[in-house]
């Protein structure tokens, strides 16, 4: 069982600033102008991401999955591993005192194991001495101890790794699960509420004293009486006949490792027919992108091909010109329906806007317009 000890002991700056920039938009009668993305770079994105995002997916899907299992059994301690009939091999790593029972479906548990030790050690003052062991849900233990000197001994019993480093790294309190501060103890009796490793500490803080201590742990596993095979220690299987496995450490006195390493076919089988639904993916995508980018180039016309008389400023009202009296004519304005920068066609509320204000903003590249 792992043991350990340990001595006793006694337990502006400047900052800067950054001007903070702005990111303007041209505003005029409720439109908003702002550069746009290039639909190629959107798309050619969206092509590169898609492909890459189907490659991973389809090698994860047509490679083999291997589930690995370590662990260390404690004496007479039990462990259940689920295969499959499909498996393409099972490999253990395993010591002699390790055995592996086959079955068919999992077995009950239902075999009672009582398993006793006994050990004693000299604590110097200001040290400590522990044993631990891992223990299952609804495990029970008893324990006596006693000191040689008389004088009384600290006791901590912790749970799990972090309360035993809160132990180590503490110079005054810290939580544990119980403590004593006694010269012995008799039938302490404790039920694991948890499946963890559990610390049994005592630290002497007077003259060095020798603790002698028994343990009682009694556990119920898995009742591997009606096995309908076994092996023992490590080996290969290429083919899985039986789907349960219960491997179990058969010494009494030593923490064993185990290694399993299971590995199932491809969720898979055939790449062709997914690689071939990707692809075909990809190419209608593509094609679908295509058709839209040329839609969207026609939509905009150029202005050789305006017409004269497409737009009739006397139809929104007050141009600006006073006619002269007497005369029923009206001063013929000329206004610009194209955008000189891009030669995109400005809408009827543009021109409306360039003919009321003298000015409008393309809604298209943002470059001003004058009349």
Known sequence: MPRGSRGGGSRGGGGHSRRRSSYHRYRRRGYYHHRRSSPICNCCFFIVFFGMFATIGG??????????TEITLSPFETYMVESKLTANYVDVIANSGIRTYFFNEEPAKSENIEYSEQDSFNIPGGYYEYVSYFMKTGTTFT?????????RIDFYLLKGENQYNNFI??????SSE???????????????????RYYLVWENYDDATVVNYSIDINFTEYDVSAA??????????ESVTYPIMIFKNMLN??????????????IIQNPIPVFGGVLAIIVICGVLIAKSLKKSKNSITPASKISE????????????STPKSGSHDTKEIKLSSTCGSCSAI???DSQKSLLMDGFVFCKYCGSKITR
């Open 59 to 68: 090698f994860i899907l047509i490679s083999p999955r291997t589930n690995i």
């Open 143 to 151: 324990l006596n101890f006693s000191s040689s000197s008389g004088e």
């Open 169 to 174: 790294d503490s110079e005054n309190s810290f």
């Open 178 to 196: 119980e403590d004593f501060y006694v010269a012995a103890y008799t039938d302490f009796q404790y039920t694991c509420s948890k499946s963890d």
């Open 228 to 237: 309908l095979n076994t092996y023992t220690g490590a080996y290969r299987l």
């Open 253 to 266: 006195d030593t923490d064993l490792y185990l290694k399993v390493e299971v590995e199932l076919p491809p």
């Open 309 to 320: 008389g497409s737009f009739d400023p006397s139809l929104y009202g007050n141009t600006g």
């Open 346 to 348: 400005l809408d009827e």
